[in-house]
């Protein structure tokens, strides 16, 4: 089975932007998690997404959404950047039918805003 | 709130000198405690996943084990491909969804 796939790998943005990352879960996996990893906070949860659902949210300012489609694809949308939006963004799926179940990652989108 | 704390934060081992990683957790009841690996400029690679105190799980050189309180993750006789930054995290049965909660990683370096 392919793995959990994040596009693109690299992002360069400026203050003030938006930007829009892309995740495609493994196969028949319809659990989409975002989180965000910075040398001083770590990982973070950012959100979760479950069947087009927005299951639970982590503490993160309104300028952080996302979505998720159909097809369990997920989007995750950051408006009006700030230099301490610089970070790597994980994508995790899980197949999200009950708790408990593994995450797996995908390798990250490293953004970088200057 | 759930808190996650791993020690040591950095760990610096000779080629087959066997060591212990910490993990201690506060949930609001244990859904799950998951181990993860990461390489650096790469995303968590899951390497074993504990449900209930006592429970052990094994996988060539690391060992997986859980109480009520913490976890512990042993490397037996590491190779330097075992080097890597090692995540802890916890899942508690009240949160909605598959909410991770992670503790700040124990980076190991295994010298030949």
């Known amino acids: 089975k392919a793995g959990v796939t994040q596009t693109p790998r690299y992002l360069i943005k400026t203050r003030g932007q938006q930007v829009t990352l892309s995740c495609s879960p493994i196969s028949g996996h319809r659990s989409v998690s975002w989180y965000q990893q910075t040398p001083g906070q770590g990982l973070q949860f950012l959100f979760e997404y479950f069947s087009e659902t927005q299951r639970n949210k982590g503490n993160f300012p309104g300028r952080f959404s996302g979505r998720q489609f159909s097809n369990s694809r997920s989007e995750m949308n950051v408006s009006t950047l700030e230099l301490g939006d610089s970070a790597l963004y994980l994508c995790?799926?899980?197949?999200?039918?009950?708790?408990?179940?593994?995450?797996?990652f995908g390798p990250g989108t490293r953004l970088l805003v200057l | 709130e759930d808190q996650v704390t791993q020690s040591p934060e950095a760990l610096r081992l000779q080629e087959g000198e066997s060591s212990s990683l910490n993990c201690s957790y506060t949930?609001?009841?244990?859904?799950?405690l998951f181990w993860y690996r990461q390489d650096p400029g790469k995303g968590p690679e899951f390497l074993f996943t504990?449900?209930?105190a006592g429970e052990e799980k094994e996988k060539e050189r690391l060992k997986a084990t859980l109480t009520k309180k913490e976890s512990f993750l042993h490397i037996t006789a590491p190779k330097p491909e075992d080097s890597a930054t090692y995540l802890c995290a916890v899942q508690a049965s009240q949160a909605a969804g598959n909410k991770l909660t992670f503790g700040g990683g124990t980076r190991v370096l295994v010298k030949p």
């Open positions: 995790a799926s899980s197949s999200g039918v009950s708790g408990g179940e593994t995450q797996y």
């Open positions: 949930v609001s009841g244990l859904r799950g």
């Open positions: 504990l449900y209930s």
